[in-house]
Protein backbone atom coordinates (compact mmCIF):
# COMPACT_ATOMS: atom_id res chain seq x y z
CA UNK A 1 0.00 0.00 0.00
CA UNK A 2 1.05 3.56 -0.74
CA UNK A 3 0.83 6.39 2.27
CA UNK A 4 -2.65 7.03 0.95
CA UNK A 5 -4.13 4.03 0.50
CA UNK A 6 -2.40 3.02 3.90
CA UNK A 7 -3.93 6.31 5.26
CA UNK A 8 -7.56 5.44 4.38
CA UNK A 9 -7.56 1.69 5.54
CA UNK A 10 -6.68 2.86 8.65
CA UNK A 11 -9.45 5.14 8.99
CA UNK A 12 -13.51 4.50 10.53
CA UNK A 13 -16.21 3.09 8.58
CA UNK A 14 -18.31 5.93 7.56
CA UNK A 15 -21.67 4.14 9.41
CA UNK A 16 -19.63 5.05 12.49
CA UNK A 17 -20.87 8.77 11.45
CA UNK A 18 -24.75 7.78 12.77
CA UNK A 19 -26.95 8.54 9.73
CA UNK A 20 -26.23 8.25 6.10
CA UNK A 21 -23.73 10.79 4.72
CA UNK A 22 -23.57 12.39 1.37
CA UNK A 23 -21.11 10.30 -0.99
CA UNK A 24 -19.81 13.85 -2.00
CA UNK A 25 -19.17 14.51 2.20
CA UNK A 26 -17.26 11.31 2.54
CA UNK A 27 -14.99 12.06 0.28
CA UNK A 28 -14.83 16.09 1.11
CA UNK A 29 -13.82 15.04 4.70
CA UNK A 30 -11.77 11.45 3.79
CA UNK A 31 -9.47 14.26 0.99
CA UNK A 32 -9.87 17.10 3.56
CA UNK A 33 -8.21 15.38 6.64
CA UNK A 34 -5.62 13.08 4.45
CA UNK A 35 -4.33 17.36 3.64
CA UNK A 36 -4.37 18.02 6.96
CA UNK A 37 -2.63 15.39 8.23
CA UNK A 38 0.44 15.56 5.69
CA UNK A 39 -0.82 12.47 3.99
CA UNK A 40 -1.33 14.51 0.95
CA UNK A 41 1.36 16.89 0.04
CA UNK A 42 1.65 20.20 -1.41
CA UNK A 43 1.99 20.12 -4.66
CA UNK A 44 0.69 16.84 -5.18
CA UNK A 45 -1.08 15.82 -8.28
CA UNK A 46 -4.92 14.32 -7.20
CA UNK A 47 -6.53 11.85 -10.06
CA UNK A 48 -10.47 11.90 -9.85
CA UNK A 49 -10.00 8.02 -10.99
CA UNK A 50 -7.38 6.57 -8.58
CA UNK A 51 -9.43 8.86 -5.15
CA UNK A 52 -12.52 7.47 -6.45
CA UNK A 53 -10.89 3.82 -6.21
CA UNK A 54 -9.43 4.15 -2.91
CA UNK A 55 -12.63 5.74 -1.65
CA UNK A 56 -14.92 3.44 -2.96
CA UNK A 57 -16.96 5.90 -4.07
CA UNK A 58 -17.90 7.21 -8.16
CA UNK A 59 -16.18 10.25 -9.40
CA UNK A 60 -19.00 12.60 -9.35
CA UNK A 61 -19.27 12.90 -5.50
CA UNK A 62 -15.50 13.37 -5.56
CA UNK A 63 -15.36 15.69 -8.34
CA UNK A 64 -18.02 17.42 -6.63
CA UNK A 65 -15.65 17.13 -2.86
CA UNK A 66 -13.13 18.48 -4.89
CA UNK A 67 -14.42 21.71 -6.10
CA UNK A 68 -15.73 22.71 -2.11
CA UNK A 69 -11.98 21.72 -1.40
CA UNK A 70 -10.49 24.12 -3.87
CA UNK A 71 -13.22 27.28 -2.88
CA UNK A 72 -11.79 26.38 0.42
CA UNK A 73 -8.12 26.92 -0.81
CA UNK A 74 -6.92 23.59 0.06
CA UNK A 75 -6.72 22.62 -3.14
CA UNK A 76 -5.92 23.86 -6.57
CA UNK A 77 -8.03 23.10 -9.90
CA UNK A 78 -6.30 23.71 -13.17
CA UNK A 79 -9.03 23.39 -15.90
CA UNK A 80 -8.13 21.06 -18.65
CA UNK A 81 -4.48 20.59 -16.63
CA UNK A 82 -4.30 19.18 -13.29
CA UNK A 83 -6.28 18.94 -9.54
CA UNK A 84 -3.28 19.08 -7.31
CA UNK A 85 -2.55 19.89 -3.68
CA UNK A 86 -2.69 23.39 -2.67
CA UNK A 87 1.16 25.08 -2.44
CA UNK A 88 0.79 28.49 -0.89
CA UNK A 89 4.12 30.49 -0.97
CA UNK A 90 5.57 31.28 1.80
CA UNK A 91 4.12 34.74 1.78
CA UNK A 92 0.46 33.16 1.49
CA UNK A 93 0.96 31.19 4.67
CA UNK A 94 2.23 34.40 6.68
CA UNK A 95 -0.74 35.90 5.17
CA UNK A 96 -3.36 33.39 6.52
CA UNK A 97 -1.56 33.04 9.59
CA UNK A 98 -1.75 37.06 10.30
CA UNK A 99 -5.42 36.53 9.42
CA UNK A 100 -5.45 33.91 11.86
CA UNK A 101 -4.08 36.20 14.28
CA UNK A 102 -7.36 38.61 14.01
CA UNK A 103 -9.49 35.46 14.05
CA UNK A 104 -8.29 32.97 16.51
CA UNK A 105 -8.32 35.55 19.63
CA UNK A 106 -11.51 36.68 19.35
CA UNK A 107 -12.54 33.40 18.83
CA UNK A 108 -10.91 31.64 21.97
CA UNK A 109 -12.63 35.23 23.82
CA UNK A 110 -15.66 34.39 22.91
CA UNK A 111 -15.59 30.66 23.38
CA UNK A 112 -14.48 31.69 26.90
CA UNK A 113 -17.53 33.58 27.87
CA UNK A 114 -19.89 30.97 27.20
CA UNK A 115 -17.77 27.58 28.49
CA UNK A 116 -20.05 25.27 30.67
CA UNK A 117 -18.16 22.65 32.38
CA UNK A 118 -18.24 19.36 30.20
CA UNK A 119 -16.95 21.38 27.44
CA UNK A 120 -14.06 22.55 29.99
CA UNK A 121 -13.57 18.35 30.90
CA UNK A 122 -13.17 17.84 27.09
CA UNK A 123 -10.73 20.54 26.47
CA UNK A 124 -8.39 19.35 29.58
CA UNK A 125 -8.80 15.67 27.78
CA UNK A 126 -7.74 16.76 24.71
CA UNK A 127 -5.07 18.59 25.64
CA UNK A 128 -3.47 15.75 27.76
CA UNK A 129 -3.91 13.35 24.48
CA UNK A 130 -1.86 15.98 22.98
CA UNK A 131 0.91 15.89 25.79
CA UNK A 132 0.78 12.56 25.70
CA UNK A 133 2.09 13.01 22.15
CA UNK A 134 4.15 15.09 22.46
CA UNK A 135 6.03 13.50 25.38
CA UNK A 136 6.49 10.57 22.42
CA UNK A 137 7.32 12.79 19.41
CA UNK A 138 4.24 11.45 17.56
CA UNK A 139 3.78 14.24 15.68
CA UNK A 140 0.81 12.09 13.51
CA UNK A 141 -1.04 11.65 16.96
CA UNK A 142 -0.21 15.47 18.14
CA UNK A 143 -1.63 16.85 14.36
CA UNK A 144 -5.26 15.04 14.95
CA UNK A 145 -5.43 16.32 18.56
CA UNK A 146 -4.46 19.85 17.50
CA UNK A 147 -7.10 19.94 14.87
CA UNK A 148 -9.74 18.61 17.09
CA UNK A 149 -8.41 21.50 19.75
CA UNK A 150 -9.45 23.92 17.28
CA UNK A 151 -12.04 22.83 16.00
CA UNK A 152 -13.48 22.15 19.59
CA UNK A 153 -12.73 26.20 20.19
CA UNK A 154 -14.48 26.86 17.12
CA UNK A 155 -17.38 24.90 17.91
CA UNK A 156 -18.29 26.74 21.29
CA UNK A 157 -17.77 29.77 19.73
CA UNK A 158 -21.40 31.80 20.12
CA UNK A 159 -20.56 32.95 16.64
CA UNK A 160 -20.74 30.74 14.22
CA UNK A 161 -19.60 32.40 11.07
CA UNK A 162 -16.17 33.73 13.03
CA UNK A 163 -15.25 29.90 13.79
CA UNK A 164 -16.26 28.23 10.80
CA UNK A 165 -13.94 31.10 9.13
CA UNK A 166 -11.58 30.75 11.84
CA UNK A 167 -11.28 26.65 11.36
CA UNK A 168 -10.68 27.51 7.21
CA UNK A 169 -8.27 29.77 7.90
CA UNK A 170 -6.11 27.23 9.72
CA UNK A 171 -6.71 24.39 7.34
CA UNK A 172 -5.37 25.92 4.71
CA UNK A 173 -1.73 26.37 6.56
CA UNK A 174 -2.60 22.86 9.12
CA UNK A 175 -0.12 21.13 7.11
CA UNK A 176 2.88 23.39 8.24
CA UNK A 177 2.29 24.05 11.59
CA UNK A 178 3.93 20.81 12.86
CA UNK A 179 5.84 18.62 10.24
CA UNK A 180 8.78 16.40 10.19
CA UNK A 181 11.24 19.97 10.61
CA UNK A 182 9.95 20.20 13.58
CA UNK A 183 11.63 19.27 16.83
CA UNK A 184 10.59 17.43 19.73
CA UNK A 185 11.12 20.41 21.99
CA UNK A 186 8.89 22.86 19.85
CA UNK A 187 6.26 19.97 19.74
CA UNK A 188 6.03 19.97 23.52
CA UNK A 189 6.36 24.37 23.70
CA UNK A 190 3.45 24.16 21.02
CA UNK A 191 1.75 21.99 23.52
CA UNK A 192 2.64 24.14 26.23
CA UNK A 193 0.88 27.07 24.54
CA UNK A 194 -2.23 25.20 24.29
CA UNK A 195 -1.89 24.62 27.63
CA UNK A 196 -1.90 28.36 28.18
CA UNK A 197 -5.24 28.96 26.85
CA UNK A 198 -6.66 26.10 28.43
CA UNK A 199 -6.06 27.36 32.03
CA UNK A 200 -6.66 31.25 31.26
CA UNK A 201 -10.03 29.77 29.78
CA UNK A 202 -10.68 27.75 32.93
CA UNK A 203 -9.96 30.81 35.01
CA UNK A 204 -12.85 32.57 33.07
CA UNK A 205 -10.02 35.13 32.04
CA UNK A 206 -11.56 35.46 28.56
CA UNK A 207 -9.18 38.14 27.91
CA UNK A 208 -5.72 36.29 29.38
CA UNK A 209 -7.06 33.64 27.11
CA UNK A 210 -6.96 35.90 24.08
CA UNK A 211 -3.64 37.13 24.80
CA UNK A 212 -2.75 33.13 24.88
CA UNK A 213 -4.15 32.74 21.72
CA UNK A 214 -1.41 35.59 20.04
CA UNK A 215 0.95 34.59 21.77
CA UNK A 216 0.53 31.01 20.02
CA UNK A 217 -0.48 32.53 16.91
CA UNK A 218 3.03 34.84 16.75
CA UNK A 219 5.61 31.83 17.36
CA UNK A 220 3.64 29.63 14.88
CA UNK A 221 4.34 32.63 12.78
CA UNK A 222 8.32 32.52 13.87
CA UNK A 223 7.83 28.49 12.91
CA UNK A 224 6.54 29.43 9.47
CA UNK A 225 9.23 32.12 8.50
CA UNK A 226 12.03 29.94 9.73
CA UNK A 227 10.38 26.67 8.02
CA UNK A 228 10.59 28.66 4.58
CA UNK A 229 13.48 30.12 5.00
CA UNK A 230 15.38 26.82 5.89
CA UNK A 231 14.03 24.89 2.98
Known amino acids: MDTLETYLAQLPETSSWGSSPLLRDVAYERIKDAVRQGVLLPGQVLSETRLSKLLGISRTPVREALQSLAQEGLIQIIPGRAVTVAAPSMQDSLSIIHIRSILEPEVVRLATDSLDQTTLETLWQVLVEMETAAQHGDRTAWSKVDTRFHELLSAICPNQILGELAIQMRNRVSYIAIDTQTSRDRLIACTAEHRAI???????????????????????????FRRFNQS
Open 198 to 224: VERMAANDAVGAGEATSEHIHRLWEST
